[in-house]
């Protein structure tokens, strides 16, 4: 069961990649059709602020894809010298690290998205964006990466418990070691 939660999982976060990519190409397409533009004393404006916001909402939601295909940095030198127990409670301990961590993020970031709600904020630049249309995707990016770091957590503590240390290996492990291993 952990292991076609995980597989569900991976399935679900391309898809979201790919729509990330998209969104991130049609930003790129739209800032070259500004310095087209440009050449010829045009110019729509703010595409800088536009793909500033883009790129911070690609990355909150880019996360999540990196978690489940062992994307993220790890520093194993301790973890490569120990037996398969010990590198399954090692990346179980990575693991919680992670999630605990990219959990106080999202907490952190509800109250900048609730403020600029509650205020209807806007950018302070010629745009004057209004902040929620760009911070309530960049929160939920967080909170999507938060909720599948929880549930990968426990699928590969499950693994672990159930004695499937490989599989957990899979899930959870260092990518950069399973590479050499094979």
């Known amino acids: 069961m952990p292991e076609r939660i995980l597989s569900g999982l991976r399935r679900l976060n391309r898809v979201v990649a790919l729509l990330v990519g998209?969104?991130?190409?049609?930003?790129?397409?739209?800032?070259?059709?500004?310095i087209t533009l440009r050449q010829v004393g045009a110019s729509f404006g703010g595409t800088d602020e536009i793909s500033g916001y883009a790129m911070a909402i690609a990355t909150s939601w880019?996360?999540?894809?990196?978690?489940?295909?062992?994307?993220?940095?790890?520093?194993?030198?301790?973890?490569?010298?120990?037996?398969?127990r010990g590198r399954a409670m090692m990346d179980l301990?990575?693991?919680?690290?992670?999630?605990?961590?990219?959990?106080?993020?999202?907490?952190k970031c509800w109250?900048?998205?609730?403020?600029?709600?509650?205020?209807?904020?806007r950018a302070?630049?010629?745009?004057?964006?209004?902040?929620?249309?760009?911070?309530?995707p960049w929160f939920a990016g967080w909170a999507w990466f938060a909720l599948m770091a929880w549930i990968t957590l426990l699928a590969a503590?499950?693994?672990?418990?159930?004695?499937?240390l490989g599989e957990s290996e899979q899930a959870i492990g260092a990518f950069a070691e399973q590479e050499t291993l094979k």
Do not use: K
């Open 62 to 84: 880019g996360m999540a894809y990196t978690l489940l295909e062992l994307g993220h940095v790890r520093i194993d030198l301790i973890r490569s010298r120990l037996h398969e």
């Open 157 to 164: 503590a499950a693994l672990v418990a159930r004695g499937r």
């Open 22 to 34: 998209a969104g991130l190409l049609a930003c790129a397409g739209f800032v070259l059709l500004d």
């Open 111 to 121: 109250p900048v998205v609730a403020n600029s709600l509650a205020n209807d904020s």
């Open 124 to 136: 302070n630049t010629p745009l004057e964006t209004p902040l929620p249309l760009v911070q309530v």
């Open 93 to 107: 301990f990575s693991m919680l690290a992670l999630t605990l961590t990219v959990t106080l993020i999202a907490w």
